[in-house]
């Protein structure tokens, strides 16, 4: 992950600010891995022992990218060619003889593997490894080309509306998006292939998508700024709007895994271990997803019994479960819990109390046990 970049100013801005995002010349040699790319059972109970390889982010292009640098183009974008290249890479290193590839992401990279998953089971299967099943699994990449909280023109990646982003993005880069998806809308609308609900359902490898219900970086880009001040009320009824939003976009996706929670990225942070949702906690999830397509590859049976994998917060907002990350204050660092939370975004306990018809000590003691 790591966002992008849409056209040329806003590209040497990034090439300045963030060039390990631009450039690998300055990458370290050796990177630890944390989260789903730990090789410890307690941080990775359940692929700790796979075959993992780490593809950084430096193509800008959400992963879509096939256009080398030229005269016109001062930079290259070839995300969607550096994935084809290291796969043709790993089948000489044993891919060839794996039973399942799992094309994992966060932020951008979630994004990414939506839109690259399908193109890997094809590369694979033309390579004559027709028996390596491909899954994707995308975190914090299912973003909805919403309504901003306010409209502001386009002028950089932060005040730019996420659809018109990607619109000036896909011609800058030459961006490539899944076939299938590509014939659902008009020349010139293959931008709507970048949204996880449209994008989705033409897909025909299993994805189970991770997603915060309050993801940090789309309230960014829709101009929700939580800092220091009280949240208005507009801004609070647009926060709980969009979390009911973005549930009603996941609940025919098979395999989900989405926290009342306000994040950003989830399965290479070492805590990924700790959020559950009704219970069940994320690598347990994959678990059962993993064991899911395993039986219903065997002998198509019913779902497992005990082992979810539909799983979505149904309590109305932020941090209403009480296993999401512990938040901090933006200014001071400290640690809040719910209700300092809730009361530092300017959150009314007794009107929300009345709203909901309950005693305002009541709602206190919900809040903070979480239900």
């Not at 700790?48 to 974008?77: R, T």
């Not at 990414?112 to 089971?121: E, F, S």
């Not at 019913?302 to 309590?315: F, N, R, W």
Request: aromatic share 10%.
């Amino acid at each position: 992950g790591g966002g992008y970049c849409f056209n040329r100013e806003n590209c040497d801005t990034r090439y300045d600010t963030m060039r390990r995002l631009m450039s690998s010349r300055e990458w370290p040699a050796t990177r630890v891995g944390t989260g789903i790319l730990s090789s410890q059972p307690e941080e990775n109970p359940h692929w700790w022992n796979a075959n993992m390889v780490f593809i950084p982010y430096c193509s800008s292009d959400v992963w879509s990218g096939a256009s080398s640098k030229s005269e016109k183009n001062e930079y290259a974008f070839m995300g969607a060619l550096i994935i084809q290249e290291v796969i043709k890479e790993l089948v000489g290193k044993g891919l060839s003889t794996a039973k399942v590839l799992l094309l994992a992401g966060s932020s951008a990279g979630g994004t990414g593997v939506l839109l690259n998953v399908d193109r890997v089971a094809e590369q694979l299967e033309e390579m004559g490894y027709q028996g390596i099943q491909v899954r994707g699994l995308a975190d914090s990449g299912w973003f909805l080309d919403n309504k901003q909280y306010r409209r502001t023109d386009c002028i950089d990646t932060i005040t730019c509306a996420p659809t018109e982003a990607i619109r000036r993005g896909i011609r800058y880069w030459n961006g490539i998006v899944p076939e299938r998806c590509k014939l659902q809308f008009k020349e010139g609308e293959e931008w709507n292939c970048f949204f996880g609900y449209k994008v989705y359902p033409t897909l025909r490898c299993p994805v189970f998508v991770v997603q915060w219900l309050f993801d940090e970086a789309q309230l960014t880009v829709d101009n929700v700024h939580l800092t220091g001040q009280p949240v208005q009320e507009g801004q609070w009824l647009y926060i709980q709007n969009l979390g009911r939003e973005l549930r009603n976009t996941l609940k025919d996706v098979t395999a989900s895994f989405a926290p009342a929670c306000l994040s950003h990225e989830i399965i290479t942070r070492n805590h990924w271990t700790d959020i559950q949702v009704k219970g069940t906690s994320l690598p347990r999830a994959l678990h059962c997803w993993d064991r899911s397509l395993h039986e219903s590859n065997k002998n198509g049976k019913a779902p497992l019994k005990g082992c979810p994998v539909h799983l979505i917060d149904s309590c109305p907002w932020p941090h209403c479960n009480p296993s999401c990350p512990t938040i901090r204050d933006q200014f001071t660092g400290q640690e809040m819990n719910v209700i300092q939370f809730l009361m530092h975004m300017g959150f009314d306990v007794q009107k929300m109390a009345q709203q909901q018809g309950l005693e305002p000590s009541k709602l206190l003691g919900m809040l903070s046990s979480g239900n």
